[in-house]
T-cell receptor
Framework: DAKTTQPNSMESNEEEPVHLPCNHS???????IHWYRQLPSQGPEYVIH???SNVNNRMASLAIAEDRKSSTLILHRATLRDAAVYYC???????????????FGKGTHLIIQP | DAMVIQNPRYQVTQFGKPVTLSCSQT?????MYWYQQKSSQAPKLLFH???????NEADTPDNFQSRRPNTSFCFLDIRSPGLGDAAMYLC?????????????FGAGTRLSVL
């Protein structure tokens, strides 16, 4: 499976944008880039995913490099509630009939300062 | 409102005493997963059910079993818990299929082994 590399931790100030990087240099053409986050004492929750084009939803934006070897999760205006561990995960289009589990890396621990 | 419900949130058992953790879902998803998350580590997939088909991860110990009596419920049985099995156990569900396969997680059951 293609692997991802993320910084162990990042710190940002409340109400400022946050850019969380992820490197995936061995990504294949049919790997989707998914992001999940895990708030303290909760289960992970889906944030966003993409293949080639940049994506936006109500939670965040995903910027994907042209060569797809890296991506960046963007929180446009961080709040204290965004403090969590953010996981960048590659998922093959057809793995397990679309039912394979998630392979979590170590993720990035995002700290938000008030 | 809760979509993936895990009971109980906290479970204490004795060394070697069988324990069962439960998960229910209101999403009518055909895939249900169990993950183990030890302290300060990322979640690790134990196994999943795709409809009634059980899929075990290669490195999941035999001590861990699962049952899925119907679409809505899934159970994790630990036959003889050891101290090393103390962890957060996370249940997740998804609708199998390519592209998205977003997983929805419960809040987890934290298991302590005395």
């Amino acid at each position: 499976d293609a692997k991802t590399t993320q910084p162990n931790s990042m710190e940002s100030n409340e109400e400022e944008p946050v850019h969380l990087p992820c490197n995936h240099s061995t990504i294949s053409g049919t790997d989707y880039i998914h992001w999940y986050r895990q708030l303290p004492s909760q289960g992970p929750e889906y944030v966003i995913h993409g293949l080639t084009s940049n994506v936006n939803n109500r939670m965040a934006s995903l910027a994907i490099a042209e060569d797809r070897k890296s991506s960046t999760l963007i929180l446009h205006r961080a709040t204290l509630r965004d403090a969590a561990v953010y996981y960048c995960i590659l998922r093959h289009l057809y793995s397990g009939g679309g039912a394979d589990g998630l392979t979590f890396g170590k993720g990035t621990h995002l700290i938000i300062q008030p | 409102d809760a979509m993936v419900i895990q009971n109980p949130r906290y479970q204490v058992t004795q060394f070697g005493k069988p324990v069962t953790l439960s998960c229910s879902q209101t999403l009518n998803h055909n895939v249900m997963y169990w993950y183990q998350q030890k302290s300060s580590q990322a979640p690790k997939l134990l196994f999943h059910y795709y409809d009634k088909d059980f899929n075990n991860e290669a490195d999941t110990p035999d001590n861990f079993q699962s049952r899925r009596p119907n679409t809505s419920f899934c159970f994790l049985d630990i036959r003889s818990p050891g101290l090393g099995d103390a962890a957060m156990y996370l249940c997740a569900t998804s609708r199998a299929g390519p592209v998205k396969n977003i997983q929805y997680f419960g809040a987890g059951t934290r298991l302590s082994v005395l």
